[in-house]
């Protein structure tokens, strides 16, 4: 089966830097996509790994280490607006679908 | 282009009473998935419709929930005789088939109240 985990709640400060972690354990890897959730509102796609190693978009960056079935969201520079749910989901065949975690939620304070 | 929709933004109905809500994906999109989210939890997953492939229908939580993606393109999922423990949020999502795409864009949902 599926099993992904990542923390249920994290708190950060204005302006500096959090990291939110999630492990998986799939059938098969075909890829791993974050996902931003706002309150009331739906996913919107954020970032997409499928080799080792950190892609870094912006303020946001993603890293994967496949032997190890971990990766983590990296979040720079945090606003307020960036207080959200953060969602970890893993493809695990070339033509499956995405299993999602249960979302990490980020409270951003001044 | 235009990106998923879903109708109707929100339902209120009377526990027993048959719902359908429709979701349009982004045309061209092979793949369409369709979660559950309650207040405060993940995203569960519904239904999986790629291409002209037999739907992953692994995540139909009981044989009231059905759905059904006609000419490839539009979706409706029905739930029968709706219980109170339905009341979620339906979201629909879309993607490219094939080997490497996999990003999923989400409609906004159909907010679903049953009394």
């Known amino acids: 089966g599926q099993n992904i985990d990542q923390p249920t709640e994290m708190t950060a400060t204005e302006g500096a830097i959090v990291q939110i972690n999630c492990t998986y354990q799939t059938s098969g890897f075909n890829g791993l996509f974050w996902y931003q959730q706002h309150a009331g509102e739906a996913p919107t796609f954020l970032s997409y790994?499928?080799?080792?190693g950190l892609e870094e978009k912006g303020r946001f960056s993603s890293f994967l280490s496949r032997s190890k079935g971990y990766s983590y969201l990296l979040l720079k520079e945090l606003q307020m607006k960036d207080s959200a749910s953060y969602l970890c989901a893993v493809k695990a065949t070339n033509a499956g679908k995405s299993t999602f975690g249960d979302g990490t939620t980020l409270t951003v304070k001044p | 282009g235009a990106g998923v929709s879903q109708s109707p933004s929100n339902k209120v109905t009377e526990k027993g009473k048959d719902v359908e809500l429709r979701c349009d994906p982004i045309?061209?999109?092979?793949?369409l998935y369709w979660y559950r989210q309650s207040l405060g939890q993940g995203l569960e997953f519904l239904i999986y419709f790629q291409g002209n492939s037999a739907p992953d229908k692994s995540g139909l939580p009981s044989d009231r929930f059905s759905a059904e993606r006609t000419g490839g393109s539009v979706s409706t999922l029905t739930i029968q005789r709706t219980q109170q423990e339905d009341s979620a949020v339906y979201l629909c999502?879309?993607?490219?088939?094939?080997?490497?795409?996999?990003?999923?864009?989400f409609g906004p949902g159909t907010r679903l109240l049953v009394l």
């Open positions: 045309s061209g999109h092979t793949a």
């Open positions: 999502a879309s993607s490219l088939g094939g080997k490497t795409a996999g990003t999923q864009y």
């Open positions: 790994n499928v080799l080792d």
